[in-house]
C-alpha cells in the first residue's frame, strides 16, 4: 500500500513540475523577440533528444533482460531529470535583477 502511495505522490509532483516547465516556457514565447526564438529552438530540440535517449534507455534495459517496470523507470529518470534541469534554467531566468520572479509567472 505504501509503495502505491510513494507512486502516486510521484506522479503528482511530476505533473505540477511538468506544468510549472511548460508554463515558464509559454511566457517566454509570449514575450517574444530574440529569446522566444531561442527557446522555441531549445523546446524543440531537447523533447527530441529527450524521447531520444528515453528510448535508447528504455531499449537498452529490455535487451538486457530486465523487466518492463524496471526499463520504465529508467526510461523515466532521464525524462524527470532533463524536466527538472529546465526547471531550474527557467526559473533562474525569469528572475529580476532584484531576485524576485516576473509577476507574469
Given at each position: 500500500?505504501?509503495?502505491?502511495?510513494?507512486?502516486?505522490?510521484?506522479?503528482?509532483?511530476f505533473t505540477c513540475e511538468l506544468q510549472a516547465v511548460i508554463s515558464m516556457g509559454l511566457v517566454q514565447l509570449a514575450q517574444g523577440g530574440p529569446r522566444a526564438a531561442a527557446e522555441a529552438n531549445r523546446m524543440i530540440t531537447e523533447k527530441i533528444a529527450a524521447f531520444?535517449?528515453?528510448e535508447e534507455t528504455l531499449v537498452s534495459a529490455l535487451a538486457h533482460g530486465?523487466?518492463?517496470?524496471?526499463?520504465?523507470e529508467r526510461s523515466y529518470t532521464s525524462v524527470r531529470q532533463r524536466v527538472r534541469a529546465?526547471?531550474?534554467?527557467?526559473?533562474?531566468?525569469?528572475?529580476?535583477?532584484a531576485g524576485r520572479l516576473l509577476e507574469s509567472l
Open positions: 500500500m505504501l509503495e502505491l502511495l510513494n507512486t502516486w505522490l510521484e506522479s503528482m509532483r531520444a535517449d528515453a530486465e523487466g518492463f517496470l524496471i526499463a520504465a529546465n526547471s531550474h534554467r527557467l526559473l533562474s531566468a525569469a528572475r529580476l535583477p
